[in-house]
C-alpha cells in the first residue's frame, strides 16, 4: 500500500522488534561519534549477525555530531 514505511524500534532488542527487522529491507542503525555509542552500535552488529541479517542491508547512520564527543585521532610519533 505505502512504497515507504519508517519504523522506529526501542533500543531493547525483542521478539517484535527482531521480527520487524528481519522483514525489512533496509535497516538503518542509528549512533552517535562517542565511545559508548560506538561500543553499543558494535554489539547491536553482533547481534545482527548472530540472527542473520545481511549486511548489504544494514546501514550506519551518524547523528548528532557534537564537538566535545569526537573521536580524536592520536598524533603518530614523528608527527
Known sequence: MFDYIVIDTPHQ???????????SDIVL????LNLPSL?????????FGRVGLRDE???LLLSRYLPND??????????
Do not use: H, P, Y
Not at 532488542?13 to 522483514?23: I, N, P, V
Open 13 to 23: 532488542f525483542d521478539e517484535r522488534t527482531l521480527t520487524a527487522l528481519e522483514m
Open 70 to 79: 569526537e573521536i580524536r585521532r592520536r598524533a603518530s610519533r614523528g608527527s
Open 57 to 59: 542491508r544494514v546501514r
Open 29 to 32: 542503525l542509528v549512533s552517535l
Open 39 to 47: 561500543k553499543n552500535t558494535q554489539k547491536c552488529l553482533e547481534l
